[in-house]
């Protein structure tokens, strides 16, 4: 397959495709303080019968804010970050926590920046219908595995709960989207690059699907060690949670190594969906 063309978010701004507002601490303070969207959690009805759960057994979950008047038939998808778990122990701590099972969230959470109601702080998408979808899984949604150890068990069931929960909202109006947006900070940026071009997929014919990663461009590079540090813990992450055989095909047979397409280096030249990434250039991380 011929590699894509990356377009670049200055690009896509000067198209007018996207358009990100950054508002200045004085411009806020002028304009008053945003008043704080809190938006109740909603668990994935009959999820657990599918085997999707969070890493402790839980239903997955996501929040969910319907849009108005103009943006009612558009969608911004966000997928949560939260960073990765590659073995028996690290899933097993994660499950412990929020990021781990849906029992141990806040069942508010606060939607600000693309998700904000506001139009004065998010005027492309303040009307259109945004959710949030709670990250549980340790494997950027991609995961469909267990691990038995006696009677505990830890569920790496990333590729079920994204399942779940598009079919979920489905039911409540994204079927009839015209104009959806999927996109992701860290963990959940990466999620975007394996998730894409399934949400066009589903939706082809009805509606116009783009996608967009903040901060989820890691690179299967050597860190300032000498080290591929990130290299190896992707590794364990794809061994650990069974992600091989839900990342992209066209990306899979053209690689040598399954993990590389665990990378977005990798994985984009595959993806047919318009593509927009915003990434610092030192980015802590990979430092």
């Known amino acids: 397959m011929a590699r894509r063309r990356v377009r670049t978010w200055a690009a896509a701004v000067a198209t007018g495709v996207l358009v990100v507002v950054v ?85 508010l959470d606060t939607f600000s920046g693309l998700l904000s109601n506001d139009p004065a702080m998010n005027p492309d998408f303040y009307n259109w219908n945004r959710v949030k979808m709670r990250y549980c899984d340790g494997g950027s949604f991609t995961g469909n595995s267990e691990f038995r150890n006696g009677s505990s068990v830890i569920y790496m069931r990333g590729q079920r709960i994204w399942d779940a929960i598009i079919t979920d909202l489905f039911q409540k109006g994204l079927a009839k989207a015209e104009k959806v947006l999927l ?28 996608c967009m990663s903040d901060a989820g461009f890691f690179l299967d590079v050597d860190d300032i060690s000498g080290r591929n540090t990130v290299r190896s813990f992707f590794n364990g992450v794809v061994d ?30 595959s993806i047919r969906a318009p593509y927009f990434i915003l990434n610092s250039a030192y980015d802590v991380y990979q430092a």
């Open 23 to 107: 508002a200045t601490a004085s411009a806020a303070a002028a304009a008053g303080a945003e008043e704080k969207l809190m938006v109740e959690m909603t668990l994935v009805p009959g999820a657990a019968s599918t085997g999707a759960v969070c890493l402790d057994g839980s239903p997955p979950a996501y929040h969910l804010h319907q849009g108005s008047g103009a943006g009612a038939r558009g969608w911004l998808l966000q997928f949560e970050g939260g960073g990765w778990c590659n073995g028996a122990r690290s899933c097993a701590q994660r499950a412990r926590t929020s990021l781990g099972s849906s029992s141990l969230m806040n069942k």
């Open 240 to 269: 650990f949670q069974g992600v091989q055989k839900n990342l992209n095909k066209n990306c899979s047979d053209s690689t040598v190594k399954s993990y590389q397409c665990f990378f977005p280096q990798y994985a984009l030249r």
């Open 183 to 210: 996109s992701g900070c860290s963990a959940g940026g990466l999620a975007t690059f394996f998730h894409c071009d399934d949400l066009e997929e589903r939706l082809r014919g009805t509606a116009m699907v783009k």
